[in-house]
């Protein structure tokens, strides 16, 4: 069974960085997508960053330019570096994973069927 497990969330002021990883495990050489979503308390979840198991690399407007995508197929893992926080992006961090295209783009969360629990990430003003 596949298994995602997010780490690396934490506290940091306007301006400032943080990594955060998603660990893989368990049969995952069928994903098509790999993407990082948001959700922040009575806001809709949304999606961050994706990456497509060819190589394109997808951003949500409100973060292109402050956070790259990229993995580590060594270790099965998938990394969002985040640059220049803002406090709207505070919210929990969430690793998930899609075996097909569904017809659906790489922000549908309803296309993912495998999620990891989370991961906060607060940022202070």
């Known amino acids: 069974q596949v298994q995602l497990v997010e780490s690396g969330g934490g506290s940091t002021q306007s301006g400032g960085s943080l990594s955060l990883s998603c660990a893989i495990s368990?049969?995952?050489?069928?994903?098509?997508?790999v993407a990082w979503f948001r959700q922040a308390p009575v806001k809709e979840r949304e999606g961050v960053a994706a990456?497509?198991?060819?190589?394109?690399?997808y951003y949500d407007q409100t973060v292109e330019g402050r956070c790259i995508i990229f993995q580590d197929t060594a270790k099965n893992t998938v990394y969002l570096q985040m640059n220049s926080l803002k406090p709207e992006d505070s919210a929990v961090y969430y690793c998930?994973?899609?075996?097909?295209?569904?017809?659906?783009?790489?922000?549908?969360?309803?296309?993912?069927?495998?999620w990891g629990q989370g991961t906060q990430v607060t940022v202070s003003s």
């Open positions: 990456i497509h198991h060819r190589g394109q690399i």
């Open positions: 998930a994973a899609r075996t097909a295209e569904y017809g659906l783009e790489w922000s549908r969360p309803l296309a993912y069927k495998h």
């Open positions: 368990g049969y995952a050489y069928s994903f098509i997508y």
